[in-house]
């Protein structure tokens, strides 16, 4: 089955600077790869998502990219803000079933 | 839009009872929802796949006759846990896919379950 590696577990960022997230997906089958932010206590929220006949999306301070060839994706937030504080979670789908990499906890710093 | 709702959102029950955990899709229809299961600092491990109408399609190592799923219409969908035990404690969340939208799961706000 798939499996989802995410670096790095936890990140610390000055507020106002940037925060980037990386994950890695084995099976180059997974077609669609969302990201997910989970506060204390709540469901995850869909943040931002890509497929995969896409390399980049931007949607205000997030953007994500993707590298089908080395089965590479990444999270990049920028001019962060303390309510961006939270763990995030990548994700690869593939016929309909969707793997969670193993989370990130990112704590911005006022 | 794409707002799913779980039902209750914290439980406590005694060892041995079973405790029935509802997730709604409130403003769209969701042919198949998905059950997760959440331990503290870890991630989301899915339990089963939920379609309407059919019989719930179980991840390997989870017990089809403890966790019993039914989605009996295109916005509802319920776990039952059977029999809690402490281990059975946990983070449940409810997920649906996004009608128009494939691929695409909204989450549930999660129902914190405690057995003594």
């Known amino acids: 089955g798939e499996n989802v590696e995410q670096h790095p577990s936890t990140l610390s960022v000055q507020e106002g600077d940037s925060a980037v997230i990386k994950c890695t997906y084995s099976?180059?089958?997974?077609?669609?790869f969302p990201w997910y932010k989970q506060e204390l206590g709540k469901g995850p929220q869909l943040i931002i998502d890509?497929?995969?006949?896409?390399g980049e999306k931007k949607d205000q301070r997030i953007a994500v990219t993707l590298n089908k060839t080395a089965k590479h994706f990444s999270l990049h937030i920028t001019e962060t803000q303390p309510e961006d504080s939270a763990v995030y979670f990548c994700?690869?789908?593939?016929?309909?079933?969707?793997?969670f990499g193993t989370g990130t906890r990112l704590t911005i710093i006022p | 839009g794409a707002v799913v709702s779980q039902h209750p959102s914290r439980v406590i029950c005694k060892s041995g009872t079973s405790v029935k955990i509802e997730c709604r899709s409130l403003?769209?229809?969701?042919?198949?929802m998905f059950w997760y299961r959440q331990f503290p600092k870890q991630s989301l491990m899915l339990m089963a796949t939920?379609?309407?109408?059919?019989?719930?399609?179980?991840e390997q190592g989870v017990e089809k006759d403890k966790f019993l799923i039914n989605h009996a219409s295109l916005t509802l969908s319920t776990l039952t846990v059977t029999s809690a035990h402490p281990e059975d404690s946990s983070f449940y969340i409810c997920?649906?896919?996004?009608?128009?939208?494939?691929?695409?799961?909204?989450f549930g706000p999660g129902t914190r379950l405690t057995v003594l």
């Open positions: 890509i497929r995969s006949n896409v």
């Open positions: 994700a690869a789908v593939m016929n309909e079933k969707l793997t």
């Open positions: 099976d180059s089958a997974s077609n669609y």
């Open positions: 939920s379609n309407e109408g059919s019989k719930a399609t179980y």
């Open positions: 997920s649906a896919d996004g009608q128009g939208a494939t691929d695409t799961q909204y």
């Open positions: 403003d769209f229809q969701a042919t198949t």
